[in-house]
C-alpha cells in the first residue's frame, strides 16, 4: 500500500509542477495578480508531495519491503538501517527521486524566502522551477519509477546495496552534490524570468546571489566529498581520476565559478549584465548535461549503473528544449537588458574579466575531451577514450594562470585603479612570494620540481595579496582589529573562499608530484620502505562483519624508526552479491597520508600490498571545505536581507 | 580611436588571444592522448599499433590466470571467442577482476604481440559489462559466456 501512496504522490507532484508551469507564467503575461498568487500555494504543495513519495520510498527500505523492485534490488535485511535509507538513493531510480525531491526543496525554499520580491518575477521564476520539475517528475514516472511492484516473484531477500556505497560517502555525497546540481536551476529561473520581464536591476541580482553562492558551495562540497570517497572507498587512493563522471560535476563548478564572479559585477556595478544571464543558461545546461552524462549510461565509468538507452534519449531531449529554448529567448531578449557603466582597464571589472574568460576555456577544454569520444562513437569512428594527461596537460597551465591573476584581481578597485598605487603593492609581494615559495618548496623537499615550486610561489602571491588587501580595508582605522572585525561578512567570504582556492592548490601541487606509491608482494615480517616510513607487513586473519567476512592484515609502521602506527587494510567478501571489497587503512595527517591496502592473496601467506606516502592530501579536501564555507557565508549579509521597501541603489 | 574603444580592443583581443591558445592547446593535447580500443580480433589481424598507447579488451579466458611466485607479475589470456590476446600485468589487480568476466586494459602492444597492460580497468558492479567489450563481442556474434548466437 505504502509504495503506491509514493507512486501517487509523484503523480500529484507532477500535477502541482505542470500548474505551477502554467498558472503564475500566463498571470505574469497578463499581469493578473489572482493567477500569479497560484504560484506560493503550488510550490508549497509540490514540496509537500515530493516529501511524501521519498518517505514511502524510505519507508519501503526500512521495511524491507522486496516486493519492490528498487528496493529488492538496492537492499538487504542484513544491511545496518542507515544503509536502508541511504540505499534509497543507492541506484538510478532512488538517485532521479532525490533529485527531484531537492528541486521541489529549492523550489519551497524560493516561495517562503520570496516576500520582497516583486510579484510577477516570483512568479515566472516558480513557473520556470515548475517546468523543469516537469520534464524531471515525469522522467522518473515514465522512465525510472521507483516504486514497480514484483508482485508475481516476489523475492524472499534483496540483492544487497552494492558494497562501494556501504560507506559514510555515499549518505552524504550525492545529496550535497545534488544540492548544488539543482540548487543552480534557481539562477536559471531568475535569468529566464529576467529575460521575460527585460528587467534586470540590483534587486535582481542582490536576489539571484544568495541563491547561486548556496547552489555553489554545495557543488564545491559535493565534489570534495566525491573525491575524498573516492580516494578511500575505491581502495587505490586516487582522488581525481578526470572520470567522465567527475567532470560532468565539474564543468557546471566550473561555469558556476564564472556565474559567482560576473554575479557580482553585476550587482555592485550593473555590468556584464546579458553574461551574468547567458552563465547562468549554461551553468544550468551543464548540470542537466552532469546528469545525463551520469543518468544515460552512455559512458565507460565507475558511475554507470546500469545503460539504457531511452533514458539517456528522454534527458537528451530535456536538454535540448531547455538549452535551445532558453538560448533562443536569450537571443530574442537579451538586447533589452543593457548595462549601465563603464569602466577602466586597469580595473576589477576586467580582471573578474579575465577570470571568466579562462575559467570559460578551462570548461570547454574539458568538455571537449568528455564529450569528444561520445561523438566519435555516434559517428561510427570507433571507440576511444581520452586520458588524464590531456586534461592535466590542459587545466594546469590555466589554472596557474588563473592563480596569478587572482592575486592582482583582489588588490583591485572597482571602476579604476592606480597604476603606480597597484605596482607598489604588487611589487615587494611579488618578490617576496618567489623567495618565500621557492624557500618553502625547497625545505619540503631538495628536488625542486618545477610545477610544484611555481604552485607554492603562486599561493604565497595570493596570500599575500589577500593580506595587503584586508589591510588597506582598514588603513585609515584606529584600531586595526576593531576595523577588520567589523568588515562584512561577503568579505570574509571573499577572503575564504580565495584562501581555499590557495590551499586546495597547494595540496594538489605537493600530493600530485611528490607522493610515493608502492605495490609489492610482501610475506608476514617483510619490511618496506617509503619516504621516511618503513612498513613491517604481520600477517593477516580472517574476521567476519555485520554482512561480510574478511581478511584483516596488520602492518607496523614505523616514521623514523620511531613506532608511528599499526594499520589494518581489509580485504572484505560480500555474500549476497558475491564480490569482493578493499578497505584501505589510512593514517591521515594534517601534513602527509599514509595509505595501505590489501591486492589479494598469494601463495605461503604472501600478499599483494599496496603502500602509499601522499603529503599534503588533506588540504585538497580542505581547501574545498574553506570555499564550501564561504559560499554559505555570503548569505548571511545584511545587505541580501531583503525588505518589502524599496532597496537602496548603491554603486 | 578614443581611449575607450582602445581599451575595448585590448580586451577583445586579449579574449581572442587566450581563445586561439587554448584552441591550439586541446587540438595538441587532444591528438597526443586518445587512446583508441581494440579488440582481440582486431589485434590478431595486426590493426592495432605496437608501442602504442592503446586500450584493449575482452573477456578473461578461464584457467588462463598465471602469477608469478614471487612478484606481482601476471599473465593472462583475453578473448572475444574468436581470437585470444595474452596480456601481461604487473601490479594490482581491481576487486572485480576474475575469470570469465569483462575487462578493459590499458598499456601497449610489443613486438612480439603481447599486450603489455600498465592498468587494468575496475568497475563498481559485477554485473557491469564494459561497453567496448560488448560491442567486440556483438560482432563476434558470441555471448558474454563463449555461446554463438
Same mark, same amino acid.
Given at each position: 500500500?505504502?509504495?503506491?501512496?509514493?507512486?501517487?504522490?509523484?503523480?500529484?507532484?507532477?500535477?502541482?509542477?505542470?500548474?505551477?508551469?502554467?498558472?503564475?507564467?500566463?498571470?505574469?503575461?497578463?499581469?493578473?495578480?489572482?493567477?500569479?498568487?497560484?504560484?506560493?500555494?503550488?510550490?508549497?504543495?509540490?514540496?509537500?508531495?515530493?516529501?511524501?513519495?521519498?518517505?514511502?520510498?524510505?519507508?519501503?527500505?526500512?521495511?524491507?519491503?522486496?516486493?519492490?523492485?528498487?528496493?529488492?534490488?538496492?537492499?538487504?535485511?542484513?544491511?545496518?538501517?542507515?544503509?536502508?535509507?541511504?540505499?534509497?538513493?543507492?541506484?538510478?531510480?532512488?538517485?532521479?527521486?532525490?533529485?527531484?525531491?531537492?528541486?521541489?526543496?529549492?523550489?519551497?525554499?524560493?516561495?517562503?524566502?520570496?516576500?520582497?520580491?516583486?510579484?510577477?518575477?516570483?512568479?515566472?521564476?516558480?513557473?520556470?522551477?515548475?517546468?523543469?520539475?516537469?520534464?524531471?517528475?515525469?522522467?522518473?514516472?515514465?522512465?525510472?519509477?521507483?516504486?514497480?511492484?514484483?508482485?508475481?516473484?516476489?523475492?524472499?531477500?534483496?540483492?544487497?546495496?552494492?558494497?562501494?556505497?556501504?560507506?559514510?560517502?555515499?549518505?552524504?555525497?550525492?545529496?550535497?552534490?545534488?544540492?548544488?546540481?539543482?540548487?543552480?536551476?534557481?539562477?536559471?529561473?531568475?535569468?529566464?524570468?529576467?529575460?521575460?520581464?527585460?528587467?534586470?536591476?540590483?534587486?535582481?541580482?542582490?536576489?539571484?546571489?544568495?541563491?547561486?553562492?548556496?547552489?555553489?558551495?554545495?557543488?564545491?562540497?559535493?565534489?570534495?566529498?566525491?573525491?575524498?570517497?573516492?580516494?578511500?572507498?575505491?581502495?587505490?587512493?586516487?582522488?581525481?581520476?578526470?572520470?567522465?563522471?567527475?567532470?560532468?560535476?565539474?564543468?557546471?563548478?566550473?561555469?558556476?565559478?564564472?556565474?559567482?564572479?560576473?554575479?557580482?559585477?553585476?550587482?555592485?556595478?550593473?555590468?556584464?549584465?546579458?553574461?551574468?544571464?547567458?552563465?547562468?543558461?549554461?551553468?544550468?545546461?551543464?548540470?542537466?548535461?552532469?546528469?545525463?552524462?551520469?543518468?544515460?549510461?552512455?559512458?565507460?565509468?565507475?558511475?554507470?549503473?546500469?545503460?539504457?538507452?531511452?533514458?539517456?534519449?528522454?534527458?537528451?531531449?530535456?536538454?535540448?528544449?531547455?538549452?535551445?529554448?532558453?538560448?533562443?529567448?536569450?537571443?530574442?531578449?537579451?538586447?533589452?537588458?543593457?548595462?549601465?557603466?563603464?569602466?577602466?582597464?586597469?580595473?576589477?571589472?576586467?580582471?573578474?574579466?579575465?577570470?571568466?574568460?579562462?575559467?570559460?576555456?578551462?570548461?570547454?577544454?574539458?568538455?571537449?575531451?568528455?564529450?569528444?569520444?561520445?561523438?566519435?562513437?555516434?559517428?561510427?569512428?570507433?571507440?576511444?577514450?581520452?586520458?588524464?594527461?590531456?586534461?592535466?596537460?590542459?587545466?594546469?597551465?590555466?589554472?596557474?594562470?588563473?592563480?596569478?591573476?587572482?592575486?592582482?584581481?583582489?588588490?583591485?578597485?572597482?571602476?579604476?585603479?592606480?597604476?603606480?598605487?597597484?605596482?607598489?603593492?604588487?611589487?615587494?609581494?611579488?618578490?617576496?612570494?618567489?623567495?618565500?615559495?621557492?624557500?618553502?618548496?625547497?625545505?619540503?623537499?631538495?628536488?625542486?620540481?618545477?610545477?610544484?615550486?611555481?604552485?607554492?610561489?603562486?599561493?604565497?602571491?595570493?596570500?599575500?595579496?589577500?593580506?595587503?588587501?584586508?589591510?588597506?580595508?582598514?588603513?585609515?582605522?584606529?584600531?586595526?582589529?576593531?576595523?577588520?572585525?567589523?568588515?562584512?561578512?561577503?568579505?570574509?567570504?571573499?577572503?575564504?573562499?580565495?584562501?581555499?582556492?590557495?590551499?586546495?592548490?597547494?595540496?594538489?601541487?605537493?600530493?600530485?608530484?611528490?607522493?610515493?606509491?608502492?605495490?609489492?608482494?610482501?610475506?608476514?615480517?617483510?619490511?618496506?620502505?617509503?619516504?621516511?616510513?618503513?612498513?613491517?607487513?604481520?600477517?593477516?586473519?580472517?574476521?567476519?562483519?555485520?554482512?561480510?567476512?574478511?581478511?584483516?592484515?596488520?602492518?607496523?609502521?614505523?616514521?623514523?624508526?620511531?613506532?608511528?602506527?599499526?594499520?589494518?587494510?581489509?580485504?572484505?567478501?560480500?555474500?549476497?552479491?558475491?564480490?569482493?571489497?578493499?578497505?584501505?587503512?589510512?593514517?591521515?595527517?594534517?601534513?602527509?597520508?599514509?595509505?595501505?591496502?590489501?591486492?589479494?592473496?598469494?601463495?605461503?601467506?604472501?600478499?599483494?600490498?599496496?603502500?602509499?606516502?601522499?603529503?599534503?592530501?588533506?588540504?585538497?579536501?580542505?581547501?574545498?571545505?574553506?570555499?564550501?564555507?564561504?559560499?554559505?557565508?555570503?548569505?548571511?549579509?545584511?545587505?541580501?536581507?531583503?525588505?518589502?521597501?524599496?532597496?537602496?541603489?548603491?554603486? | 580611436?578614443?581611449?575607450?574603444?582602445?581599451?575595448?580592443?585590448?580586451?577583445?583581443?586579449?579574449?581572442?588571444?587566450?581563445?586561439?591558445?587554448?584552441?591550439?592547446?586541446?587540438?595538441?593535447?587532444?591528438?597526443?592522448?586518445?587512446?583508441?580500443?581494440?579488440?582481440?580480433?582486431?589485434?590478431?589481424?595486426?590493426?592495432?599499433?605496437? @608501442?602504442?598507447?592503446?586500450?584493449? @579488451?575482452?573477456?578473461?579466458?578461464?584457467?588462463?590466470?598465471?602469477?608469478?611466485?614471487?612478484?606481482?607479475?601476471?599473465?593472462?589470456?583475453?578473448?572475444?571467442?574468436?581470437?585470444?590476446?595474452?596480456?601481461?600485468?604487473?601490479?594490482?589487480?581491481?576487486?572485480?577482476?576474475?575469470?570469465?568476466?569483462?575487462?578493459?586494459?590499458?598499456?601497449?602492444?610489443?613486438?612480439?604481440?603481447?599486450?603489455?597492460?600498465?592498468?587494468?580497468?575496475?568497475?563498481?558492479?559485477?554485473?557491469?559489462?564494459?561497453?567496448?567489450?560488448?560491442?567486440?563481442?556483438?560482432?563476434?556474434?558470441?555471448?558474454?559466456?563463449?555461446?554463438?548466437?
Amino acid at each position: 500500500m505504502i509504495p503506491e501512496l509514493g507512486q501517487y504522490s509523484l503523480i500529484l507532484a507532477m500535477i502541482m509542477a505542470a500548474f505551477l508551469a502554467v498558472i503564475p507564467m500566463v498571470g505574469a503575461s497578463k499581469g493578473s495578480l489572482f493567477l500569479m498568487s497560484f504560484a506560493k500555494p503550488l510550490a508549497k504543495s509540490l514540496f509537500l508531495f515530493m516529501l511524501i513519495s521519498i518517505f514511502c520510498l524510505a519507508y519501503a527500505f526500512a521495511t524491507d519491503d522486496f516486493s519492490v523492485k528498487y528496493v529488492a534490488g538496492n537492499s538487504n535485511s542484513a544491511l545496518p538501517v542507515y544503509y536502508k535509507l541511504s540505499a534509497v538513493w543507492g541506484g538510478h531510480e532512488g538517485s532521479l527521486l532525490l533529485w527531484v525531491f531537492i528541486l521541489s526543496g529549492w523550489i519551497f525554499a524560493v516561495a517562503i524566502k520570496s516576500d520582497g520580491l516583486p510579484t510577477d518575477i516570483m512568479a515566472r521564476v516558480l513557473a520556470v522551477l515548475g517546468m523543469v520539475g516537469v520534464g524531471f517528475i515525469s522522467f522518473t514516472l515514465i522512465t525510472s519509477s521507483p516504486f514497480e511492484r514484483l508482485l508475481v516473484n516476489t523475492p524472499l531477500e534483496g540483492a544487497d546495496l552494492n558494497p562501494l556505497l556501504q560507506d559514510i560517502g555515499l549518505i552524504i555525497h550525492p545529496p550535497l552534490l545534488y544540492m548544488g546540481y539543482v540548487g543552480f536551476s534557481v539562477a536559471f529561473a531568475f535569468a529566464i524570468a529576467a529575460l521575460l520581464s527585460g528587467k534586470l536591476d540590483v534587486a535582481w541580482s542582490r536576489w539571484t546571489r544568495p541563491w547561486t553562492n548556496l547552489a555553489w558551495a554545495f557543488l564545491t562540497i559535493g565534489i570534495t566529498l566525491g573525491s575524498w570517497w573516492a580516494y578511500y572507498e575505491l581502495g587505490w587512493g586516487g582522488w581525481w581520476f578526470w572520470d567522465p563522471v567527475e567532470n560532468a560535476s565539474f564543468m557546471p563548478w566550473l561555469m558556476g565559478t564564472a556565474l559567482v564572479h560576473s554575479l557580482a559585477v553585476t550587482e555592485k556595478r550593473g555590468l556584464f549584465k546579458s553574461w551574468t544571464l547567458l552563465l547562468a543558461i549554461f551553468t544550468f545546461s551543464l548540470s542537466l548535461l552532469g546528469t545525463f552524462l551520469v543518468r544515460s549510461g552512455v559512458l565507460t565509468s565507475v558511475h554507470s549503473f546500469a545503460a539504457d538507452p531511452e533514458r539517456g534519449l528522454f534527458i537528451l531531449v530535456l536538454l535540448a528544449i531547455t538549452v535551445g529554448g532558453s538560448l533562443l529567448l536569450y537571443a530574442i531578449k537579451a538586447y533589452d537588458v543593457k548595462s549601465e557603466s563603464n569602466f577602466e582597464l586597469l580595473s576589477r571589472e576586467t580582471l573578474i574579466l579575465i577570470n571568466n574568460v579562462v575559467l570559460v576555456i578551462i570548461c570547454s577544454m574539458v568538455l571537449i575531451g568528455t564529450l569528444y569520444p561520445l561523438i566519435i562513437d555516434a559517428l561510427g569512428g570507433g571507440k576511444m577514450s581520452v586520458g588524464p594527461p590531456y586534461f592535466n596537460l590542459l587545466f594546469v597551465p590555466f589554472s596557474l594562470l588563473l592563480a596569478f591573476f587572482m592575486g592582482i584581481g583582489i588588490l583591485l578597485r572597482w571602476k579604476k585603479s592606480s597604476p603606480r598605487k597597484l605596482l607598489k603593492q604588487l611589487l615587494p609581494s611579488f618578490f617576496l612570494a618567489i623567495a618565500v615559495g621557492i624557500s618553502a618548496a625547497y625545505l619540503f623537499n631538495q628536488e625542486l620540481a618545477f610545477k610544484a615550486t611555481l604552485a607554492l610561489v603562486l599561493a604565497f602571491w595570493v596570500v599575500f595579496s589577500l593580506i595587503l588587501d584586508a589591510f588597506s580595508k582598514v588603513s585609515n582605522k584606529a584600531d586595526k582589529l576593531v576595523g577588520l572585525s567589523k568588515l562584512s561578512p561577503s568579505y570574509w567570504a571573499m577572503q575564504i573562499a580565495h584562501l581555499g582556492v590557495v590551499v586546495t592548490m597547494v595540496g594538489v601541487a605537493l600530493v600530485a608530484t611528490y607522493s610515493e606509491e608502492r605495490d609489492i608482494r610482501m610475506v608476514p615480517g617483510d619490511i618496506v620502505t617509503l619516504a621516511e616510513y618503513s612498513f613491517e607487513f604481520q600477517g593477516a586473519e580472517k574476521i567476519s562483519g555485520p554482512n561480510y567476512s574478511a581478511d584483516m592484515g596488520t602492518i607496523e609502521v614505523l616514521k623514523n624508526n620511531q613506532f608511528f602506527a599499526t594499520m589494518h587494510p581489509e580485504k572484505r567478501f560480500y555474500p549476497a552479491r558475491g564480490s569482493m571489497m578493499t578497505e584501505a587503512d589510512i593514517n591521515a595527517g594534517l601534513f602527509a597520508d599514509v595509505f595501505v591496502a590489501l591486492g589479494e592473496p598469494l601463495a605461503d601467506g604472501a600478499w599483494a600490498v599496496r603502500l602509499q606516502y601522499k603529503p599534503f592530501m588533506r588540504w585538497v579536501w580542505f581547501g574545498g571545505v574553506l570555499m564550501m564555507f564561504a559560499g554559505m557565508l555570503t548569505v548571511f549579509d545584511r545587505r541580501y536581507k531583503i525588505r518589502k521597501s524599496a532597496l537602496p541603489v548603491t554603486a | 580611436m578614443t581611449p575607450k574603444r582602445k581599451q575595448r580592443l585590448i580586451l577583445v583581443l586579449f579574449v581572442v588571444f587566450g581563445a586561439a591558445i587554448a584552441v591550439a592547446l586541446t587540438v595538441y593535447a587532444l591528438s597526443q592522448n586518445i587512446n583508441l580500443f581494440f579488440s582481440p580480433q582486431q589485434i590478431a589481424n595486426g590493426e592495432a599499433p605496437v @608501442g602504442t598507447r592503446i586500450r584493449a @579488451g575482452g573477456m578473461v579466458v578461464d584457467g588462463s590466470v598465471k602469477r608469478d611466485p614471487n612478484s606481482l607479475k601476471i599473465e593472462f589470456a583475453i578473448t572475444d571467442y574468436l581470437q585470444t590476446v595474452i596480456v601481461n600485468y604487473e601490479g594490482i589487480l581491481p576487486d572485480l577482476f576474475r575469470e570469465g568476466q569483462g575487462i578493459v586494459a590499458q598499456g601497449e602492444m610489443d613486438q612480439n604481440g603481447v599486450f603489455q597492460a600498465v592498468e587494468v580497468l575496475a568497475k563498481h558492479d559485477e554485473k557491469y559489462m564494459p561497453p567496448e567489450v560488448q560491442d567486440a563481442l556483438d560482432k563476434t556474434g558470441y555471448d558474454q559466456e563463449g555461446n554463438k548466437q
